[in-house]
């Protein structure tokens, strides 16, 4: 998986990299970094559509969510295109919301009672936060990662319950399986025992 290949070494002996990000995160000055973070791991969701979420986006009975806040719809070409305009011109796309997202976003609300189109997450504007994020990163001693790579390491994770790519494309929003296949890294141990 993605964490395996980004620590830096040191003296100590390396902690798994996942925890050294949360222990990172886990001391930002914002304290919605830390459930943006495990949400883009549970759910493969992209920075912009998780800063742009609001509560009337979660539809917990129905287990689905609305994402706004796509990025990347411009410079498109053929299908794609043509499927990335219509989803432009709508404002938004529904996926299935994962359990843990659900767990993590009930959490979150914990027992506030707030306004359908409050935000969920409280972190800023995407550049203070990318920015922020960017230094945690660097903290927790992971080279060569973004937070985008969240979102790779979440689609290989979500490949395991979802094998069937048509689905998985479903859950993390890619546009086509083209585009799919370029973040999904399977285990390909894995992939040979299931024969």
């Keep these: ?3 395996d290949l980004r620590w830096k070494g040191g003296d ?3 902690k798994h990299e996942e925890d ?4 990172a995160i886990a001391k930002s000055e914002c304290p919605d970094d830390v459930p943006v973070t495990r949400l883009a791991l549970e759910q493969a969701m992209r920075q ?3 800063l742009a979420l609001r509560w009337v986006d979660v ?3 129905a287990k689905v969510i609305k994402i706004r806040g796509r990025h990347g719809l411009g410079k498109k070409s053929g299908q794609h295109q043509k499927s990335a305009k219509l ?5 938004w796309e529904i996926r299935p919301l994962m359990p843990g997202a659900i767990t993590l976003l009930l959490a979150h609300l914990g027992d506030r009672k707030p306004k359908p189109q409050d935000l969920v997450f409280e972190v800023g504007s995407h550049n203070p ?3 922020r994020i960017g230094r945690m990163i660097t903290r927790a001693g992971l080279t060569d990662l973004t937070f985008h790579d969240l979102r790779h390491e979440a689609t290989s994770r979500l490949a395991k319950r979802y094998p069937n790519p048509m689905d998985l494309r479903r859950v993390t929003g890619h ?3 083209k585009s799919l296949d370029r973040y999904y890294q399977p285990d390909l141990t894995e992939l040979a025992e299931r024969t």
């Design 1 to 3: 998986m993605l964490f």
């Design 12 to 14: 100590e002996p390396p």
């Design 20 to 23: 050294g990000l949360f222990e």
């Design 48 to 50: 912009g559509e998780i």
């Design 59 to 61: 539809d917990f009975d």
């Design 87 to 91: 989803r432009s011109e709508r404002g």
């Design 129 to 131: 936060f990318k920015v």
């Design 175 to 177: 546009l086509t399986l």
